[in-house]
């Protein structure tokens, strides 16, 4: 069972900027998990996946099916969802020596080594994860699908990452499909396989740039999406690519000493235009998820929304939300932002006591699980 944190909630100091926000520590959003609970894989149909709903204003909590959640919507809500596309970012290959040295003799290779492309800097070029990175200098080569990729070493950052200039024959994104893994998170040890490509996805995916899933939406399908529709609840998409920063651990135990790391995000005037729209008249705006929130509470903090931009938004308990009015999303790591973000949202002891009957109750947890709907 969970535990809850000794001492209870903490109390308040005056925080940055002059708003009240709480002295919390990271072992405050802490709890044990048996491994066991953890999905493999996803559940046998999207919307077969299980839902808790959560009420914040009397802290009742049922059970549902995700098929259910268009009757448990209204059709004053507006539905945001992220739309970005997961790529395959994750590449194996070998090492080759350095740009001075002679090619391997008989084509010999050196260690293997796994990439994960973070984002692109400019033509050709991307910073990336590269493991084992110690042993990575600048300057060495790395090549992949037996030379279809090669890529140099032209720079190095922080905690594994590097900056790599690629050469290859051909369209770029078509040849990391081919030789590319789904990156599926850490947590889930077992190898990528054919159906991760699809399940790994949301149904209503476009936009490619995404390292990781925006997993609150992978339960849609299109029958749940007909259902919204006939049950009067409209819908909008914004774009938030995922990056490495999702999995980055809380740096030290002050939580307010943490800093985001940047994603890009972007939504059509369109769509601004319809989530101002209902938050003036009053409509209830469900966020489908910690990604689309951080959009949400980035790009509507001043009287015109921003189209476009990256945030670095680290919500956690004191924050002020100005649009949010639901939340949808799976259930998280202990000590993470993102569940920091579902404790902003709904007090943390009432999240903490819906993740206990989570577990009483066998949900499945983080991205291939279950999820829960908070009103």
Known sequence: MLGTPAGGLPRLKQGRRGTNLPRMQRSDFEYPLPSDRI???????????RLLRLVRATGRISHHRFAELPELLTPRDLLVLNNTKVFPARLIGNRAGL?????????????????????????????????PGRRIRVGERLLFGGGQLKAVVA?????????????YEGD?????????????PPYIRRPDESRDRD???????????????????????????????????????????VGLGTFRPVAGDRIED????????????????????????????????????????????????RLWGETDLFIYPGFRFRRVGALLTNFHLPGSTLLMLVCAFAER???FEAYREALEMDYRFYSYGDCMLIE
Not at 172 to 180: A, H, K, S, T, Y
Not at 222 to 234: I, Q, T
């Open 172 to 184: 770029f994104d078509d040849i990391v499909d081919r030789l590319g893994h789904v990156p599926l």
């Open 99 to 131: 740009t001075s040295d002679r090619p391997p003799p008989g084509g010999v290779l050196k260690a293997p080594i796994e990439v994960l492309l973070v984002r692109p800097l400019g033509p050709d070029t991307w910073e990336a994860l590269v493991k």
């Open 349 to 351: 002891d009432l999240v």
């Open 39 to 49: 999905a493999l894989y996803p559940s046998e149909r999207r919307d077969r996946s």
């Open 258 to 305: 943490h800093r985001m790391e940047t994603e890009p995000f972007e939504m059509t005037p369109g769509a601004a235009r319809a989530i101002s729209t209902a938050g003036s008249a009053g409509q209830r705006i469900v966020a489908v998820g910690t990604t689309v929130t951080r959009v949400l509470e980035s790009a509507f903090r001043e009287a015109e929304p």
């Open 155 to 167: 720079g190095r950052g922080e905690r594994g990452l590097r900056v790599l200039r690629f050469e």
């Open 199 to 241: 399940r790994y996805q949301t149904v209503y995916a476009r936009k490619r740039g995404a390292v990781a899933a925006p997993t609150a939406g992978l339960h849609f399908t299109p029958e749940v999406f007909a259902d919204l529709s006939r049950n009067g609840v409209s819908r909008c998409e914004v774009t938030l690519h």
